[in-house]
């Protein structure tokens, strides 16, 4: 090649380059799998919001083996969180990811999806019908930038891959000999929460409907408290033993009525409030004490917005 030739090379490539953000790193810190069952794995994440040190992995994706293949529960904040996931599938089976369940719309559990389709592009990413038509309407793209802010940009080169098949309350998927079964309540931690038993292994996947020892910040877009309450009590209605909470450490049935316990106690307690006519603020101020036994909850100094989101809801139930 000509010298202008390979300036010309060179030119594309700097724009191609200026185009493109390069993609961050990977994530190298070795989270330890959780084996729940002999065929469902849980990686768990730190109990914490998506930050710069934590690279965005803040939930618990989880996946199940089933019969030559593996079906993914929720892979995460970012490709790269999604490519951790699949990493440490293949250190357990070498079957490839036949499907994904994305539990929500909320970035931290979904932008994963990018990895597992670069790896397995004939896999199936399910999702319930209201997630997909956010995502159509742009609130794919507005969770990659929420993810690359609080990362500081160790998400980039995160993209939007959206689900592909839609699947809602009382649905039953049978793939390769292993039941999966969804449950949908609306509103809950928002109007497109799926939660997804796994019939033969005794688990439940909660995605946000249940956290372990943390608080949910507020409930956003179409989320409500008592949807969420109710939710909750069809989870418990299943007949699963193993809990798989969003956030937060896997267990039993406690961790689910653990969560419910301070929904019902938190409604009850605004409720009691807003009827003596006390305003959001006074209402914060005494919570923050009644509460205090919920104080190693993680996102507990939030608490008055969780508040104030309660207080909205019962205002605009009693009108
Ligand atoms: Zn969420």
Redesign the pocket.
Known sequence: MTARAWLLVAACLLVLLSCTPAKAPPIERDYPLTKITNHVYVLEGPNQAPSRENRGFSNNPGFVLVRGGVVVIDPGASVQVGEMVLKKIAGVTRDPVIAVFDT?L?G??WLGNQAIKAAYPKAIIYAHPKMIEAIKAGAGERWVKIIDQATQGASRGTAVVAPDLGLDNDDALRLHGVTFRIIHKEPA??DNDIMIEVAEEGVIFL??IVLNKRITVDFPEQGNISGQIAAIDAALKSKAIHFIP?HGPCGGREIALSQRAFLVALHTAVKKYYDQGLSNSEISDRLKNEFAGYKDWVGFDRLARLVSAVYRQIETESF
Request: charged share 20%.
């Open positions: 929500h909320h931290d559990h931690h928002t995605g946000d969003g």
